[in-house]
């Protein structure tokens, strides 16, 4: 009878887990989850990749984990280091026969795995279907034949209906090994890992835990009790308050909620109350996830290059105190600065949001987009390689999509998705002094009425926001 360990990544839970249903045919099993402390360190490009948001969240969802495998016999072994390093060590040390895990699509995890299985020389490193709602064989052709149009991957996918069957959480798991239970400590704090907790935020728009239960929770409540998603069309660009969208990405991202069973769900959820529109926009950004997914893993680093897909991008590559300003919400452009404050204080930014900066920074500011990700890469609750690189390329148009890029006139969207400056009033609390109708321009006043406010100058007035300007009203 074998001995196997489950490394856990971004797999944090027990419901529809391909390695833990490929676990159940050992003998002993120990659940273990490795944290690098070098993701607290600046990267490259500056920002770290993990910042307090996503660790706070991280380490719910790891507490959820272990009180999930306890109810089923067993528990979490969470360790410190580099996992080419730990790995190996604990095999030897527990005299384990295989490691199973999930398989991964972006260079660095890839990478990593290689390591593991190089260091762990004659014990098998065993890779099971990722996170995806497709595993490879079930694609309608190669992978280097996929689309790189989105449109037209998903008019290949839907056209051979798939049937979301995952797997339910079995009842008892295998027993840990006797020799690994003087191993077992409580799992780490943020202070633990040199990280203060972050301050509460009423207004967030994120009020949610990590971990599974927390999940699957949200999941029933937006598909079944609640029916949030079948009004999603009409608020998905809303800014305010959990309800306009589904809010499920974190979870997502790190792996407490299979992207399964959200189709699953949803798909029954259209069986028994119809499809209409909003059902079909949230099977829209389920596909949209599994796009970036698989043309991460197809192009690999090509997608965290200035120019990306496309050597002919002209994506500008200025990186000075303007993307500073940017990171700190400082550029004098109101609906920006409430966006990136919001994102600092909370880890999360709508979906709206997320463009709106992003089109800033790139088409307005003339910034490099790759700091950009790395700045959404430490700070976003619901980061995951992917989406975010995928995402930030499409929009400066350094991706496979032919249009060249997505310019948004952020005063436009401003008075468009923020009328009333609701929003823009409930993060930056320096301009609610202000009339509501000078809220979203207040660049228009003078140096000294800024300075009494403590609000930045904007540099200079883009020429495309003149129709949107007070005077041309």
């Known amino acids: 009878m074998s001995r196997a360990l489950l490394w ?3 797999d944090l839970r027990l419901d529809d887990h391909p390695a833990l249903q490929a676990a159940l045919l050992a003998e002993r099993v120990l659940p273990l ?10 990267s490259p ?10 660790a706070r969240f991280l380490l719910e969802s790891l507490t959820a984990l272990d009180a999930g495998l306890r109810q089923h016999g067993s528990r979490l072994l969470v360790l410190q280091g580099q996992s080419d390093t730990v790995i190996p060590a604990l095999v030897t040390q527990l005299k384990l026969d295989e490691v199973l895990t999930l398989e991964e699509v972006a260079p660095f995890e890839r990478t990593e795995l290689q390591r593991v299985r ?3 020389g004659r014990c098998p490193l065993r890779e ?6 497709l595993s490879e064989d079930q694609l309608p052709c190669l992978i280097e034949e996929l689309p790189s149009v989105f449109s037209q991957f998903r008019a290949m996918i839907e056209a051979r209906p798939n049937v979301f069957q995952p797997r339910l959480v079995p009842n008892l798991l295998p027993s840990l090994p006797t020799e690994a239970l003087p191993l077992l400590e409580p799992l780490p704090t943020l202070s633990h890992l040199g990280l203060g907790d ?3 935020v009423p207004a967030t728009a994120f009020p949610f835990a990590g971990g599974e239960p927390a999940a699957l929770a949200r999941l029933r409540d937006y598909l079944w009790e609640s029916q949030g998603v079948r009004q999603h069309q009409d608020t998905r660009n809303e800014m305010i308050g959990s309800e306009y969208s589904s809010k499920l990405s974190p979870w997502l991202a790190n792996g407490s909620l299979s992207p399964r069973r959200v189709a699953a769900e949803l798909h029954r959820h259209e069986a028994q109350h119809g499809r209409n529109e909003s059902t079909q926009r949230l099977w829209t950004e389920l596909l949209w996830r599994e796009f970036f997914r698989w043309t991460l893993l197809r192009h690999g680093g090509a997608m965290f290059r200035v120019d990306g897909l496309k050597a002919t991008a002209r994506a500008p590559r200025n990186l000075d105190e303007r993307f500073l300003r940017w990171c700190q919400g400082r550029t004098g452009m109101p609906l920006v600065d409430a966006n990136m404050r919001e994102l600092a204080m909370t880890g999360w930014m709508s979906n709206r949001g997320r463009q709106v900066v992003a089109s800033y920074l790139v088409n307005d500011l003339q910034q490099q987009w790759c700091s950009g990700a790395a700045w ?9 390689p992917a989406s975010n690189w995928g995402n930030w390329a499409y929009l400066a148009g350094a991706a496979s999509d032919p249009r060249h890029s997505r310019a948004f006139n952020a ?4 008075h468009r998705y923020d009328p009333e400056a609701s929003y823009v009033s409930l993060w930056l609390p320096e301009l609610r002094s202000l009339p509501v109708r000078h809220r979203h321009t207040p660049f228009l006043l003078s140096a000294v009425q800024l300075a009494a406010l403590d609000y930045p100058r904007l540099e200079t007035i883009p020429e495309h926001w003149k129709p949107w300007l007070p005077s041309a009203a």
């Open 8 to 10: 856990l990544k971004q």
């Open 33 to 42: 989850f490795v944290f690098d402390p070098a993701l607290l360190l600046p």
């Open 45 to 54: 490009l500056g920002p770290r990749r993990l910042g307090v948001h996503r």
């Open 118 to 120: 190089r260091a762990l």
């Open 128 to 133: 099971l279907p990722g996170n995806a709602l």
């Open 198 to 200: 972050p301050l509460s």
């Open 376 to 384: 959404f890469e430490e700070h976003l609750l619901d980061y995951d």
């Open 411 to 414: 005063l436009r969207q401003a």
